[in-house]
C-alpha cells in the first residue's frame, strides 16, 4: 500500500509508553491504530445503514421495546462484570 506523509499530534505519554515498551516505530504504531479506527468507523457506518433500512421497511422501534432492550442490556453487562466477564 503506498504510504503518505502527514504530521500528528499525540500525547507525550503516549509515546514515552510506547517507547518504554519497546516500540521505536511510531508510524508502524500509528498507522495500526488509524486502520483500526478507520475499520470499526466502517463497521458502525454499515450498522447505521442496516437499521435505517430496517425502520424504512419495518418501521421504527416502539420507545417501550427500546426501553426494555436498554434494561435488559444494562443488567446482562452489570451481571457480567460481577461475574468477571
Not at 508502524?28 to 445503514?49: F, I
Request: aromatic residues 4%; without cysteine.
Amino acid at each position: 500500500m503506498a504510504k503518505r506523509k502527514i504530521t500528528v499530534t499525540v500525547d507525550e505519554e503516549l509515546v514515552q509508553m510506547a517507547h518504554e515498551l519497546g516500540e521505536d516505530k511510531l508510524s508502524t504504531v500509528v498507522n495500526a491504530a488509524l486502520a483500526s479506527h478507520v475499520e470499526r468507523l466502517g463497521r458502525l457506518a454499515s450498522l447505521r445503514e442496516l437499521l435505517a433500512r430496517w425502520d424504512a421497511e419495518l418501521g421504527e422501534v416502539p420507545r417501550d421495546v427500546q426501553e426494555d432492550a436498554r434494561a435488559a442490556f444494562d443488567e446482562f453487562v452489570d451481571q457480567s462484570s460481577l461475574q468477571g466477564k
